[in-house]
Structures are given as C-alpha cells and as structure tokens.
Antibody
Framework: QITLKESGLTLVKPTQTLTLTCTFS??????????VGWIRQPPGKALEWLAL???????YYSPSLRRRLTITKDISKNQVVLSMTNMDPVDTATYYC????????????WGQGTLVTVSS | SYVLTQPPSVSVAPGQTARITCGGT??????VHWYQQKPGQAPVLVVY???DRPSGIPERFSGSNSGNTATLTISRVEAGDEADYSC???????????FGGGTKLTVL
C-alpha cells in the first residue's frame, strides 16, 4: 500500500530555511504519470498547494511562493525534499506531502503532516 | 489565478442529505476532486473526477459538476461525517492545483 511520511525540523527561526523530507513507499517516482506534491495548512485555515514534482522531472511551484521554494527527488531513497527560504511566522502551518497518481489526477494518498512553527 | 469558492459552513441533521458547493468560473469544464478532513488528521480523497469514489468510500458520497458550480452530496448523513470538506481542481494553463477555502460540515 502507498504511504508517505514527512520529516524535518518542526521549529525554525524567522529568515531561516525550512527543509522537509517526504519519504514514501508503495510506489515509484520513476513510474509514468506519478507525482508528489507538498501542501500546507495554517492553523484553522485552508489547504494551500506549494509544489509538485513528477516522474519526468517536471516541476511546478505556487506562483505566490515560487521564489522561495525548491523541490527535488531522490529516486534511490524514495524521497522528495522541499526547501523554503526566508521563513516567516505566517509560514507556521502543517505541511503535508501527497501522492498524485497516473490515472487519478488528485492527491489520493497523504502523509500524516508535520506542524512547522516559525518563531524566534 | 483560478478561484474556488465554498460556503464556510453547512449544517444538517443526522439521516438527512448534505450538499456542499464549490463555485468557480466554468468549473463544469474541469475535473473536481473533494477531500474530507477530520480534526487533527490529514485530508482524505472522497470523490475524484467530479463523481467517482476511491475504494473504501461509502456510496453515500457523490458528486456533480456543471456550469459554475460543483457539488458534493452526502446522503444519510452520520455523526462521523462531521469534518471539513475541500474541493480542488487543476488549472488549465499548468499542472497547478487549486484548493477551495473549505466547508465545515456540522451534524446537528
């Protein structure tokens, strides 16, 4: 079965860079049509898509956060890494990674999420 | 950018039918996906491509999409259906997912 799990520092200071790792199993990110996305959710607020990487190295970023984001994949480790620079308290949120399958163009499997707090 | 509009809240009595809407310009031309999120948990896909259900999702969950409104319908609502529901589409100009603001379903 498909599983994903987010990991990384849960407390970062303003201006620092956040690095999160999504470690997954049950699928390969080298399979045609497969993607892994990052989505965040500030406390009590809506889901916000951040970035997406596909099997063919196609990469997409949220237009509003594009300059701060970098997404990469490591096929051998079954991992996707998201970096976000210049963190601010408004970036405090639960960060999720999620699988997008080749046939269902939706995020059909999600990690449990990790709460990242930005505070000095 | 493409905007999806959902009502902040919907309330329904147990056993009744809940309808949660998702508005967007000509949303009927896009595939709409719906997620259920219970407090402290990750979202779960409950409807994809307007009206299909993933394995394990009860038939009580259904969807429709036409014109400027997509609708998630939950029949015979149960207490366990109380959750936040969010719609999502992909922008036509890129693989750019867009989420609605979410609707809190309260079972009275």
């Amino acid at each position: 079965q498909i599983t994903l799990k987010e990991s990384g520092l849960t407390l970062v200071k303003p201006t620092q860079t956040l690095t999160l790792t999504c470690t997954f199993s049950g699928f390969s990110l080298s399979s045609s049509g497969v993607g892994v996305g990052w989505i965040r959710q500030p406390p009590g607020k809506a889901l916000e898509w951040l970035a997406l990487i596909f099997w063919d190295d196609g990469i997409y970023y949220s237009p509003s956060l594009r300059r701060r984001l970098t997404i990469t994949k490591d096929i051998s480790k079954n991992q996707v890494v998201l970096s976000m620079t210049n963190m601010d308290p408004v970036d405090t949120a639960t960060y999720y990674c999620a699988h997008r399958g080749p046939r269902v163009a939706a995020f059909d499997f999600w990690g449990q999420g990790t709460l990242v707090t930005v505070s000095s | 950018s493409y905007v999806l509009t959902q009502p902040p809240s919907v309330s329904v009595a147990p056993g009744q039918t809940a309808r949660i809407t998702c508005g967007g310009t000509n949303i009927g031309s896009r595939s709409v996906h719906w997620y259920q999120q219970k407090p402290g948990q990750a979202p779960v896909l409950v409807v994809y491509d307007d009206s299909d259900r993933p394995s394990g999702i009860p038939e009580r969950f259904s969807g429709s999409n036409s014109g400027n409104t997509a609708t998630l319908t939950i029949s015979r609502v149960e207490a366990g259906d109380e959750a936040d529901y969010s719609c999502q589409v992909w922008a036509n100009d890129s693989d750019h997912p867009v989420f609605g603001g979410g609707t809190k379903l309260t079972v009275l």
